[in-house]
């Protein structure tokens, strides 16, 4: 039997299960024999976690295969918006479990690719489920994937045809100020070379105020830039409109 190709969501279990567990123990709070408002106030509190409970397993089921598949989708849609010949070299910075770079892979079958992640910790990729998808999809041979950081990519400068990141840069925790990370990005993109970012770029306390980002990733060379809100180029259900998921997502695309 042909194996199928398996990818994660960007929803990690065990945070799921986290939230689960406290909303269930302050649910358990209120059937315990102590005062009525202890019983109210442990009711009171289970709330926020179910409610963050739901959030989350509500996008897991929209984002997975065998529910919405708008994770898929969303990778759909960055790859329709790549302006490019196909020929010479991708990076994916946060590949995860490979999704995006094998889309990438097949739809331009001449291009050399390479995907970057920091695989572990509380994350549920690995490096050799991303190597695995690739052979299972038949474009093992023209992926390196490389366990690094976003914040210090081991390349050399101007190396990369296009770059592409999905919901990446607001996760790097190795530097708090987001917008020197783009700029590793960008060092690393060939002259004329095009990139493509979703991120929670919206979110001002993630990545500051908007304008100024922009205006700052045009002074570090980018010569022609579009920004396009993710809702406004999909239809997303409401509840993945929560700020919290990708209410303040936004693709913004360049060309050095």
Not at 62 to 91: P, T
Not at 170 to 198: C, M, Q, W, Y
Not at 204 to 223: A, M, T, V, Y
């Amino acid at each position: 039997m042909k194996k199928t190709a398996k990818y994660q969501t960007w929803i990690r279990i065990y945070k799921l299960l986290i939230f689960l567990i406290i909303s269930l123990l302050f649910l358990l709070g209120t059937l315990l024999p102590i005062s009525f408002f202890l019983r109210i106030l442990s009711g009171i509190l289970a709330l926020p976690f179910f409610y963050i409970t739901f959030i989350l397993t509500y996008s897991l089921y929209q984002f997975s295969a065998f529910g919405g598949n708008y994770q898929s989708k969303i990778h759909d849609l960055m790859v329709a918006k790549v302006n490019w010949d196909g020929e010479g070299k991708i990076l994916d910075i946060g590949t995860g479990s490979g999704a995006l770079i094998i889309k990438l892979a097949k739809t331009f079958p001449k291009s050399c690719l390479t995907g970057i992640d920091y695989w572990g910790g509380n994350w549920e990729y690995s490096k050799a489920q991303c190597q695995q998808n690739a052979e299972i999809e038949g474009v093992y041979n023209r992926i390196e994937f490389i366990k690094a950081s976003a914040a210090v990519l081991p390349f050399k400068d101007a190396e990369f045809d296009l770059l592409v990141s999905c919901l990446t840069f607001h996760e790097v925790k190795d530097k708090s100020n987001k917008t020197e990370v783009l700029k590793e990005a960008l060092r690393v993109l060939k002259p004329s070379g095009e990139f493509i970012f979703l991120d929670l770029f919206a979110d001002e306390k993630i990545f500051g105020d908007q304008k100024k980002l922009l205006n700052d990733l045009r002074k570090n060379g980018i010569s022609e830039w579009e920004s396009y809100k993710l809702a406004d180029e999909m239809n997303l259900p409401k509840l993945l409109l929560n700020k919290k998921v990708l209410g303040n997502a936004m693709i913004i695309i360049g060309r050095n």
